[in-house]
């Protein structure tokens, strides 16, 4: 089940997505429990942040400055922008220019997120194959943490 989580495109239809939404959900609101965090005290994640949305961080459509050198083949960013290693929780929705900029000019607005999962990706420098790889991983690894 964990290989088939973080190696399908679940962020390529609909049914994926919802998929998507609540897993981070759950996993975020875990590690907020695990860190004894005020905002999660008792609180389930709608109560915690009512708003979510799923966002790709590498854009599904973006212009070739936000896909940059780190992805200029787009065989490889359709490979890799609809993995779950590739989604992350946002609480506002961001406009659809906003969620097509660069990863280096999103990191600002991830850092300010309640979500932790997503507040952790400012500390990256690029998004790239190995970040995308590395996100899927510690989405795993929480998966395994709350149900083994």
Known sequence: ????VSLNS?????????LCLALLKR???SVLLHRGSEKANGDSA???????YLEPILPNKATKKAWGDVWP????RDVWAPKLGNLCLVSKPAPTKEMK????EKKGRYAAEIWPLTAKLCEREV???IAIK??????VGLMKSIWE
């Open 46 to 52: 709608e109560a915690i942040a009512p708003s979510a």
């Open 134 to 139: 590395e996100s899927s991983a510690t989405i």
């Open 127 to 129: 998004w790239d194959d």
């Open 101 to 104: 900029l660069p990863f280096v």
């Open 73 to 76: 083949n787009k065989a490889d």
């Open 1 to 4: 089940m964990y290989s088939a």
């Open 10 to 18: 679940l962020g390529s239809n609909a049914a994926g997505k919802r």
């Open 27 to 29: 996993l975020n609101l």
